[in-house]
């Protein structure tokens, strides 16, 4: 009797161990697609399911839809391995699939609320499909409460026999793969048999340790550690600007500081930006269908460093003044858009805020990145010379691979007299910049004359 009953878990054991399970992915944005590479080079047969037809298309014609390291090699092995197909039809992969791997984007609305309108799709299509004898997983970030709340009324119903955990992501955007491979992995079962199915199949694309723990627990841990993150980069940010009004670098602040055992101080910038630190901390404090919990520190926190535009705002401001540049008028080269370094994505970028504002005042703003044309409403330019000639004053805002091959000098001497670097991401050393002859500013240190208003 007991053999008879444990007779579905056993086939889809030994299937995960044999590389036979057959998976499918739902979502193929910067956590999906190179989850699902990562699967097929291991072996797996895996269907990529997403709504998004252009991005299907990039994907089946051999296209990287985003910059991530490798994603171009990976995708053209696993279409060489014929093991990867892509699918806009979630039904019918779902059907066809052992496992269901749900990596929708859980964003956050307009006004600061868990937008959960993907992850109902993806539940409600669930539901409707026989998901006997299958794993189903969800990656996605989760407000807490919401895979008991939301995902398994929908997955598990009184004639079926399937199992389920919840296994956040969480590869850093730009390093996907390594990440996937070498960062431990957090497993939250629903019971034992759902965690000894998840570990096995982790087990074939994760080197690191695997750590089984309740679905709650992983629920909140995933928050915790973005929220952890978007906390100490506000303290960063907040120490940059103390030592702003005290005249001291930053960075050799830290370098003091960080030589201390028990302290790790993250680096000030323009802003926090991208799909994850700017909401986490929100969806942390909106449990599933509660009210939103009291926070000082966190909320804080967030506001903090969404402030972080407007100071990097007037400091340029102050710059210009500094150097007798009529602010309106003046030409603002823009490097960066990208939320950080060699991605992409511009979600959240502080650029946006800051070149809107540059905008306002009258600036002529030019714009390059490397990764995307988004402009914001500045000009972009793709050549990055092109961008920086004839402007009064260059403002990085990414720390981009092509920004730190730059030459001072040749940059310095193609601009209008007096120029200004306003660095805030620290790629260059500031005696190089003076050397090249600009006024040099970041984030964390400048020497400028007292604040404007
Ligand atoms: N930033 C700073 N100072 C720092 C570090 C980062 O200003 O010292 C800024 C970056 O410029 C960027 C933002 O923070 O605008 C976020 O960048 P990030 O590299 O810290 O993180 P994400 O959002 O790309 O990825 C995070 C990661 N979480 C943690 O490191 C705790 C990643 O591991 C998660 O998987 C990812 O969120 C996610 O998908 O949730």
Same mark, same amino acid.
């Given at each position: 009797?007991?053999?008879?009953?444990?007779?579905?878990?056993?086939?889809?054991?030994?299937?995960?161990?044999?590389?036979?399970?057959?998976?499918?992915?739902?979502?193929?944005?910067?956590?999906?697609?190179?989850?699902?590479?990562?699967?097929?080079?291991?072996?797996?047969?895996?269907?990529?399911?997403?709504?998004?037809?252009?991005?299907?298309?990039? +994907?089946?014609?051999?296209?990287?839809? $985003?910059?991530?390291?490798?994603?171009?090699?990976?995708?053209?092995?696993?279409?060489?391995?014929?093991?990867?197909?892509?699918?806009?039809?979630?039904?019918?992969?779902?059907?066809?699939?052992? *496992?269901?791997?749900?990596?929708?984007?859980?964003?956050?609305?307009?006004?600061?609320?868990?937008?959960?309108?993907?992850?109902?799709?993806?539940?409600?299509?669930?539901?409707?499909?026989?998901?006997?004898?299958?794993?189903?997983?969800?990656?996605?970030?989760?407000?807490?409460?919401?895979?008991?709340?939301?995902? *398994?009324p929908f997955i598990r119903k009184s004639n079926q026999i399937c199992w389920s955990c919840y296994v %956040?992501?969480?590869?850093?955007?730009?390093?996907?793969?390594?990440?996937?491979?070498?960062?431990?992995?957090?497993?939250?079962?629903?019971?034992?048999?759902?965690?000894?199915?998840?570990?096995?199949?982790?087990?074939?694309?994760?080197?690191?340790?695997? +750590?089984?723990?309740?679905?709650?627990?992983?629920?909140?841990?995933?928050?915790?550690?973005?929220?952890?993150?978007?906390?100490?980069?506000?303290?960063?940010?907040?120490?940059?600007? *103390?030592?702003?009004?005290?005249?001291?670098?930053?960075?050799?602040?830290?370098?003091?500081?960080?030589?201390? %055992?028990?302290?790790?101080?993250?680096?000030?910038?323009? &802003?926090?930006?991208? %799909?994850?630190?700017?909401?986490?901390?929100?969806?942390?404090?909106?449990?599933?269908?509660?009210?939103? *919990?009291?926070?000082?520190?966190?909320?804080?926190?967030?506001?903090?460093?969404?402030?972080?535009?407007?100071?990097?705002?007037?400091?340029?401001?102050?710059?210009l003044l500094e150097k007798n540049k009529k602010i309106e008028n003046s030409v603002i080269s823009v490097?960066?858009?990208?939320?950080?370094?060699?991605?992409?994505?511009?979600?959240?970028? %502080?650029?946006?805020?800051?070149?809107?504002?540059?905008?306002?005042? &009258?600036?002529?703003?030019?714009?390059?990145?490397?990764?995307?044309?988004?402009? $914001?409403?500045?000009?972009?330019?793709?050549?990055?010379?092109?961008?920086?000639?004839?402007?009064?004053?260059?403002?990085?805002?990414?720390?981009?691979?092509?920004?730190?091959?730059?030459?001072?000098?040749?940059?310095?001497?193609?601009?209008?007299?007096?120029?200004?670097?306003?660095?805030?991401?620290?790629?260059?050393?500031?005696?190089?910049?003076?050397?090249?002859?600009?006024?040099?500013?970041?984030?964390?240190?400048?020497?400028?004359?007292?604040?404007?208003?």
């Open positions: 009797m007991e053999d008879s009953l444990n007779k579905p878990f056993e086939e889809l054991k030994v299937k995960i161990e044999n590389k036979k399970a057959r998976i499918a992915i739902v979502g193929l944005g910067q956590v999906g697609l190179p989850t699902a590479l990562s699967f097929v080079n291991s072996g797996y047969n895996v269907t990529g399911v997403d709504t998004n037809e252009e991005l299907i298309n990039k +994907i089946s014609n051999g296209m990287s839809p $985003f910059q991530e390291k490798n994603l171009q090699e990976f995708i053209k092995n696993s279409q060489k391995s014929e093991r990867f197909h892509v699918s806009t039809k979630i039904d019918e992969s779902v059907e066809n699939s052992n *496992i269901i791997i749900v990596c929708v984007a859980t964003p956050i609305t307009k006004d600061i609320k868990p937008d959960m309108t993907s992850l109902k799709s993806v539940c409600d299509s669930l539901s409707k499909c026989d998901l006997n004898g299958k794993l189903i997983l969800v990656e996605s970030s989760l407000p807490p409460g919401t895979f008991e709340g939301l995902v *398994i %956040p992501e969480r590869l850093v955007p730009g390093h996907a793969f390594s990440e996937i491979k070498t960062t431990s992995r957090i497993i939250g079962e629903l019971d034992t048999e759902s965690g000894i199915l998840a570990r096995e199949l982790y087990k074939t694309i994760v080197q690191a340790e695997i +750590i089984l723990t309740t679905f709650r627990v992983a629920e909140i841990s995933k928050l915790v550690e973005n929220t952890y993150r978007d906390v100490n980069i506000a303290l960063a940010n907040e120490i940059g600007i *103390i030592c702003e009004v005290y005249g001291i670098d930053f960075n050799e602040l830290s370098r003091v500081c960080n030589s201390h %055992p028990r302290v790790n101080l993250h680096q000030p910038g323009p &802003g926090v930006g991208g %799909p994850c630190l700017p909401k986490d901390p929100y969806l942390l404090l909106n449990p599933f269908n509660s009210e939103q *919990i009291k926070s000082d520190i966190i909320l804080n926190a967030r506001k903090f460093n969404d402030k972080m535009p407007d100071h990097v705002f007037s400091l340029i401001k102050r710059a490097l960066g858009t990208a939320y950080k370094a060699n991605v992409s994505d511009t979600r959240s970028s %502080p650029a946006e805020k800051i070149i809107k504002q540059l905008l306002d005042l &009258g600036c002529n703003v030019k714009v390059n990145d490397p990764n995307t044309e988004a402009g $914001f409403g500045g000009l972009y330019e793709k050549n990055i010379l092109n961008t920086v000639k004839k402007s009064d004053l260059v403002v990085i805002l990414t720390d981009h691979d092509e920004y730190k091959k730059l030459d001072l000098h040749i940059l310095s001497d193609s601009m209008n007299e007096n120029p200004i670097l306003v660095d805030t991401k620290r790629v260059f050393d500031k005696k190089e910049a003076d050397t090249a002859g600009f006024l040099y500013v970041s984030v964390g240190y400048h020497n400028l004359k007292e604040e404007i208003n």
